[in-house]
């Protein structure tokens, strides 16, 4: 005799339990339609997929929850006046968690999934099938961030800034990447460009690569990062420049008086190079940045009018009146740890600057790269 729940036929624990599961036992009452993988499937830390299962089973214990459940307790929100605390109205309502999703960049994807949704659980599904892996990682850390920000204030009576949430699920992928550069590898496809590659030149080197990798001979590669500071109220630009043999060219750094989204910061990164290396006259210049979401839509024929969607339309008008023989280029954060530096160092200078020989604070950092 051999155990049927196994092609080998034998038998298992793992097995047997899905034989009860789906033949012997009625589990159907358990059973909800929606786009589950894509939450098991996210990049980004298990904390962060189970709290949104939890969310999409309706088994988080917002106060309105709990009150269902027979808990005798509150149902107020604790970042405003509302009296109705639901999975709603704590991530997409309130009028903190709606300056939060401003701050993202994502608020116009978040209204058009709740406007063509009848749920919370069928708006969060909608957002994974559409949105890039970048974008949900993004969104799922802020739905994270949110619901740390409400426990933090429930039980510890601390009141975060909304730049302090964004900070935080900013900082909580970055970490994941650089603890799983395997899934950031197979997550990322290769770059593409704003102008041809010049003919017979190898595009093997543009594909993304975890360490920096100079440009082709005759060529400058310009690498570009933004960074905020909610401590100092700040925006940060970091923009470097090296030759075909990695050898410093310029750098500089430029200071925002203001934390501005994520994906506004990036653009102006972008555009501010743009500018910046129009005005010193360069050209068959590989410009560089980490936010994917930039790229992508640079190298869209869309127009935005929100201030996003602006900053990139005057980017490309400088890039096509400007540049004859350069590009935009997405690469990953680990190969753009010279332009993060300065960006981060922005955040807390007294003043923008222009720099002619290496600072200090990327010294070492293009040192490695040169190895």
């Known amino acids: 005799m051999g155990w049927k729940a196994e092609r080998h036929g034998r038998y298992s624990v793992r097995s047997a339990y ?23 499937n996210l990049k980004v830390p298990s904390k962060v997929k189970n709290l949104i299962w939890r969310m999409c089973r309706g088994c988080l214990l917002t106060r309105i929850r709990l009150l269902d459940k027979g808990v005798v307790c509150p149902t107020n929100c604790v970042s405003c006046d509302s009296d109705h ?26 209204q058009h999934a709740l406007s063509h949704t009848a749920s919370v659980t069928d708006a969060i599904f909608c957002l994974l099938e559409n949105l890039s892996v970048e974008l949900s990682q993004r969104l799922s ?19 975060e800034t909304s730049a302090v949430v964004v900070d935080r699920a ?42 920096w990798q100079p440009p082709m001979p005759g060529r400058y590669k310009c690498n570009i990062d933004a960074a905020f500071s909610s401590h100092h109220n700040r925006t940060g630009i970091g923009i470097c420049v090296r030759d ?7 750098a500089r750094t430029i200071i925002y008086p203001c934390t501005v989204s994520v994906d506004v910061g990036e653009a102006l990164g972008l555009h501010s190079a743009l500018q ?26 869309r127009n935005d009018l929100y201030e996003f969607g602006c900053i990139i339309s005057s980017c490309r008008s400088l890039f096509r009146n400007l540049y004859s023989n350069s590009r935009v280029e997405f ?4 190969a753009n740890a010279v332009a993060h530096a300065l960006a981060r160092a922005a955040t807390s200078s007294a003043s923008p600057a222009i720099y002619f020989d290496i600072p200090t604070c990327i010294e070492t950092i293009l040192i490695n790269e040169m190895l």
């Open 18 to 40: 899905r034989l009860c599961v789906t033949e012997l036992i009625d589990s159907s009452y358990l059973w909800r339609p929606g786009y589950w993988s894509g939450i098991w």
């Open 244 to 250: 075909s043999e990695g050898i410093f060219v310029l």
């Open 141 to 159: 850390t802020v739905l994270w961030s949110l619901w740390k920000h409400r426990n933090i204030r429930v039980w510890d009576n601390v009141t």
């Open 276 to 301: 910046w290396l129009s005005d010193m006259q360069m050209d068959s210049v590989d410009f560089e940045t980490d936010s994917k979401l930039t790229v992508d839509v640079f190298l869209a024929t």
């Open 170 to 211: 900013r900082n909580m992928v970055t970490d994941w990447q650089l603890v799983n550069p395997l899934d950031v590898r197979a997550s990322t496809p290769p770059p593409q460009h704003a102008s041809a590659v010049p003919p017979g030149a190898s595009t093997s080197h543009h594909h993304a690569r975890i360490l």
């Open 331 to 334: 690469v990953r954060r680990q």
């Open 85 to 110: 605390e639901d999975l709603l109205h704590v991530f997409f309502d309130c009028p903190f968690s709606i300056q939060v999703w401003n701050r993202t960049g994502l608020w116009g994807s978040v």
